[in-house]
C-alpha cells in the first residue's frame, strides 16, 4: 500500500515519462512538472486522486485556443510553409474541400514549383477539391506562380487564396530567404487582404518540431500552425512546448489522407489523449 | 571526438575536487537528458544508462585515474558499438534479378530515396525503379521525373492495377528488358494500417526481396520505436535509410531504431537531390547524438 508522499512520487515519475514520450520534450516536460509541483505546495493540495486531474487542467490553461476564421467582404490568404514532407500539400486540398463546403471560394496557388510533380500533386488535390488551382511549369519562378495568383484571387474576388510552398529545411539560410521573398510579395500586393501564416508540423517529428517553430517565426511571423497524422500513434507533444514556450496556437490537426480528414483544434479532446 | 553538451558535464565534474557517488550520480542524469533532448527513446535511454553504470562502475573504473572521463568514455563507445562498427553492405543476389524494397511512414522520403538508391547504384547494374504507390495523387508522376533526371528504368503498371500486381509485373518486365536491380517504392503507410501492412507481407511474398528498407525522418520522435518494431515484426526488414540528415536534428532516433531492431543503418539522405546519398558511418551519429 502507498503512503501518501511516495503516491506522489510516482504520479511525478509517471507524468515525465507521459510527457516525454509524448515529444513534450525535456525542456518543458521538466518545466511544466516543476510548475505543478510549486501550484500543488503553494496550494497544499496532496491527494493523489486529485493530482491528475489538476495537472489536466493546469494542459488546458497553457494550451491558447484560436479558431482560423475566414473574414468577410475581403481576400483572406493561408500561406503554408514547412519542412520536407510534413503534409502541406495534402492539409491543402483538405482545406480547400472544407471551405467550399462552407460555402466560400477558394483557389490555390501552386508555389511548389521545385520537387518532382508537385505541380501535378496540387493539381489533383485541386480538382478532387473542386477549385481552380493557379500553376506554371516545374522550374519556374515561384515569386511569379504568386503574383498570377493574387491577380487571379482578387479580380474574381475569391474568398479564400491558399498558397502551398516547396517543402524547406530551416536550417537552410537560402530557402528561408525565399520564403520571406514571397512573404513580401503578398504584404505587396495584398496589403488589404486577411494574410496568415500557418506551419506544418507533423506528429511524429521530435524535438525539432519546436526548433522548426522557433526558426520559421524569425523569418515571417507564424500565426498558427497544422499539426498533420495525428492518426498515427505519436502523440504531438509539440503542442504542449509551442503553446508553453511560445504561445503558438493549433489551428487544424490532420487525421488522416482523405480529403475530409482535417478538423480544428480541439484541445480537449487533445489533453484526454495524451493520458 | 565529444562536443558540446558531453565537455559541459566533463567540464563541471572535473571541477570537483574529488568525485563522490553523488556527483556521478549528478553526471549520469545529464547524460541521460542529453539522449532525452537527442529524441532518443525514453525507454532506451534508460536501459543503456543502466547498461553503462553497470559497466562504468565495474572493475574498469576502480582502477583508473579519472572515474568521470572512464565514465564518458563507456558512453562514447558503447554508442558507437550499439550503431555498429562497420558499413553494412546491401545484399544483392549472385545470379538473377535483384529486388529492394522501400517501406515506411508517410512523407519520411521513401520516393526520393528510391531515385537515390538507383544512382547510387546504377554504375554496376541496369536499375528498374518500379513506381508501387497508387494511393497518393502523383506519386508515379514524381517517382517517372526522377527516373528520368537520373536516366534509370521506370515501370509504373496499369491505372486500374493495384500494387501487388503493379511489382509481379515489374518483375517480368524487368526479366525482358535485362535489368539487374528492381527498387519497388511503396506507399507512405502507418503500422497500425492492418490492410496497408497486409499489403507489403503479400508484395514481400510475390517478389521475395534481397533487401527489405525501412525508410524513417532523422528527426523522429519518441513514437519511431513501436512504428519500426512493427515493421520489423511483419517483415523482418533488412536494413534502414535515414533522411533529411541534413537538418539540425540530433538524430536519437537513429539510437532507438538500431536499439529496437538491431538491424544496421545502411545510408543517409543528407537532401532533396539524387546525389544527397551516403553510406552510414556509425561513429558521426554517435557525435551528433551526444550534441
Ligand atoms: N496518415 C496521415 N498522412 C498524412 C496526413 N497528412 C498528410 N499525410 C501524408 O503525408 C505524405 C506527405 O504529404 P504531402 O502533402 O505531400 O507533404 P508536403 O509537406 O507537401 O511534402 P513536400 O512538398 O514534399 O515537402 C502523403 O503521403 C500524405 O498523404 C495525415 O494527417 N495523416
Ligand atoms: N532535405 C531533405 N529532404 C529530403 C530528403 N529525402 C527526401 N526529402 C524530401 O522529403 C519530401 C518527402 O519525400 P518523398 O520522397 O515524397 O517521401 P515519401 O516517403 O515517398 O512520401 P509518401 O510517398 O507520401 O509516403 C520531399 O520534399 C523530398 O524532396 C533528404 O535527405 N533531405
Ligand atoms: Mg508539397
Ligand atoms: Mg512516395
Not at chain 1, 211 to 220: G, L, N
Request: proline fraction near 2%; charge should be neutral.
Amino acid at each position: 500500500l502507498f503512503s501518501k508522499k511516495q503516491s506522489e512520487y510516482d504520479f511525478f515519475d509517471e507524468i515525465e515519462e507521459t510527457l516525454i514520450m509524448a515529444d513534450v520534450g525535456v525542456e518543458t516536460s521538466l518545466a511544466i512538472i516543476n510548475q505543478f509541483k510549486t501550484y500543488l505546495n503553494d496550494n497544499k493540495i496532496h491527494d493523489p486522486e486529485k493530482l491528475k486531474n489538476y495537472f489536466k487542467q493546469s494542459l488546458l490553461d497553457m494550451i491558447p485556443h484560436v479558431h482560423y476564421e475566414l473574414k468577410e467582404n475581403q481576400l483572406n490568404i493561408l500561406f503554408i510553409l514547412g519542412v520536407n514532407g510534413v503534409g502541406k500539400t495534402t492539409s491543402i486540398g483538405k482545406l480547400a474541400h472544407l471551405m467550399k463546403a462552407e460555402g466560400k471560394s477558394v483557389m490555390i496557388a501552386a508555389c511548389d514549383t521545385f520537387r518532382a510533380a508537385a505541380v501535378n500533386q496540387i493539381t489533383a488535390w485541386g480538382e478532387r477539391a473542386d477549385v481552380p488551382v493557379v500553376k506554371l511549369e516545374m522550374g519556374s519562378d515561384p515569386g511569379a506562380v504568386l503574383h498570377n495568383a493574387l491577380d487571379s484571387a482578387i479580380a474574381n474576388k475569391v474568398d479564400l487564396l491558399l498558397v502551398d510552398t516547396a517543402g524547406r529545411l530551416h536550417n537552410k539560410e537560402n530557402l528561408m530567404a525565399e520564403i520571406e521573398k514571397l512573404h513580401r510579395i503578398i504584404l505587396k500586393k495584398a496589403s488589404d487582404s486577411h494574410h496568415e501564416t500557418l506551419l506544418v508540423l507533423d506528429a511524429g517529428t521530435g524535438q525539432n518540431a519546436f526548433v522548426q517553430a522557433q526558426t520559421f517565426h524569425k523569418s515571417i511571423k507564424i500565426d498558427g500552425t497544422i499539426l498533420t497524422k495525428l492518426d498515427s500513434t505519436s502523440k504531438g507533444g509539440i503542442v504542449i512546448a509551442l503553446a508553453h514556450q511560445l504561445k503558438l496556437p493549433v489551428k487544424y490537426v490532420g487525421l488522416g489522407e482523405g480529403i475530409m480528414d482535417l478538423v480544428p483544434f480541439d484541445k480537449e479532446d487533445y489533453v484526454n489523449s495524451l493520458f | 571526438n565529444i562536443t558540446g553538451r558531453f565537455d559541459k558535464i566533463i567540464k563541471s565534474l572535473r571541477r570537483q575536487s574529488r568525485l563522490s557517488e553523488s556527483n556521478i550520480k549528478d553526471g549520469i542524469r545529464e547524460i541521460k537528458l542529453a539522449l532525452l533532448e537527442a529524441d532518443v527513446n525514453y525507454k532506451v535511454v534508460k536501459e543503456f544508462i543502466q547498461e553503462v553504470e553497470q559497466e562504468a562502475f565495474g572493475e574498469k573504473v576502480i582502477k583508473s585515474v579519472t572515474p568521470v572521463e572512464q565514465f564518458i568514455k563507456v558512453v562514447h563507445d558503447k554508442l558507437i558499438d550499439v550503431m555498429g562498427s562497420h558499413n553494412a553492405e546491401l545484399q544483392f543476389k549472385k545470379t538473377g534479378i535483384s529486388v529492394i524494397l522501400t517501406v515506411g511512414l508517410q512523407g519520411s522520403g521513401k520516393t526520393t530515396t528510391c531515385a537515390k538508391l538507383g544512382y547510387y547504384l546504377k554504375d554496376n547494374k541496369r536499375v528498374l525503379l518500379v513506381g508501387a504507390d497508387t494511393y497518393r495523387p502523383a506519386a508515379k508522376d514524381q517517382l517517372r521525373v526522377l527516373a528520368e533526371q537520373c536516366d534509370l528504368g521506370i515501370f509504373t503498371g496499369g491505372d486500374k492495377d493495384n500494387p501487388l500486381k503493379i511489382c509481379k509485373q515489374a518483375l517480368k518486365y524487368a526479366k525482358e528488358k535485362d535489368y539487374h536491380l528492381v527498387i519497388i517504392d511503396s506507399a507512405g503507410r502507418l503500422q497500425i494500417d492492418d490492410t496497408l501492412m497486409k499489403e507489403l507481407v503479400q508484395i514481400k511474398k510475390a517478389v521475395e526481396p534481397d533487401e527489405i528498407l525501412f525508410v524513417s525522418d532523422a528527426m523522429a520522435g519518441q513514437n519511431i520505436v513501436d512504428v519500426v518494431s512493427e515493421f520489423d515484426k511483419r517483415l523482418d526488414i533488412s536494413g534502414i535509410i535515414l533522411t533529411k540528415f541534413d537538418s539540425d536534428t540530433r538524430g536519437g532516433a537513429a539510437l532507438s531504431i538500431k536499439r529496437t531492431t538491431g538491424k544496421s543503418i545502411k545510408f543517409i539522405g543528407t537532401g532533396e537531390k539524387v546525389d544527397n546519398f551516403e553510406l552510414f558511418h556509425p561513429d558521426r551519429i554517435a557525435g551528433r547524438i551526444l550534441g
